[in-house]
């Protein structure tokens, strides 16, 4: 049982900045008690009022393809999957959910895909310019895999200003156990490193409770998200999907998720964290959990219903009510009841926020 003055000496060492050992990780994972839990909530709540106010974040997401030419063992639009009905939305309809989106009051769009070989980065960069030119005051945000720095570079040119890269586990040996050989986690770590320097604000992220994850492997996590200060942050519980390799395996646990959401925000003050989609479908009132646990974004998903409901990482996945944008209203209502407001500015990253004094 880890004492109660080593556990707070390590949240204190996290509040203050200081860089944590692997042993100091330790302690704050095995320590985790409820109370402590709950204390860390509450301390990572502060963190976020201080640097963003009583403000949550939303961005439009848009899963314009599942057309994917990977085959991650978790993932149930991998290639291997001959069960999903595959789709793309045209130019047209993607257009119309952000004029959609931009009416609810919507100033970041997410582009999410697969990595599909019919979206070049030709036909990428024109959709980028496209939508910056129509909405020339949000943010665009892209989710597309891995690609190679020169196309990052053309992305960026086109005037995408985020890419939201997990990368899904930073244990090569893990790595290698979620995904098949033709994926490493050396070239997922060299695309992060051509995002960032290439200007993007990034996203890192991984699932918690993945098939044979382990304690040492979130040590590995958390390690890594501290050298490389990533701008956002995804972390969900892993949920089976009955067409994968994975099918069978238990879904993750969402207390251990919040409990990391709650240590990203204190080692990442500044963080954009959302509340996942994977967070809302593992538990009842998840995403309004992930929020009280430190996290300060959602997204809504923007896409049309045939996109939605084809989109499905994993079983059960949220599609209809408060995950869609038509739940807007339900989602600022449950978030006002606990406090929050939701913000209609584009919500960058701010690292020279004033406000902020620890
Ligand atoms: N359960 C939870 N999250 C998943 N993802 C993919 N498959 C699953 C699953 N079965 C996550 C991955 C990916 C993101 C888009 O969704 O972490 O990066």
Redesign the pocket.
Known sequence: MVEDKVFAGCVKALKEGEELSREQWRVLLEGRTRERQDWLAREASAVRDRVYGKRVFIRGLIEFTNYCKNN?Y???IRRGNSCVKRFRLTEEEIFSCCRMGYDLGFRTFVL?GGEDLYFTVDRLEKLVRGIKEEFPQCALTL?VGEMGREDYRRLREAGADRYLL?H?TANRKHYARLHPPELSLGHRMECLMSLKELGFQTGA???VGSPGQTAENLIDDLLFLAEFQPEMV?I??????KD?P?GDKAE?DVRLTLYLLSLVRLLLPYVLLPATT?LGTAANRGREAGICAGANVVMPNLSPKRARENYQ??DNKLFTGKEAAEGLEALKESLGALGYLVAVDRGDYCKSIESFKS
Do not use: V
């Open positions: 991650c978790y993932c149930g999410q989710s997990r899904e992220g991984f699932m995804g969900g519980p892993f949920i089976p999907h994968t994975f993750g994977a990482l994993y």
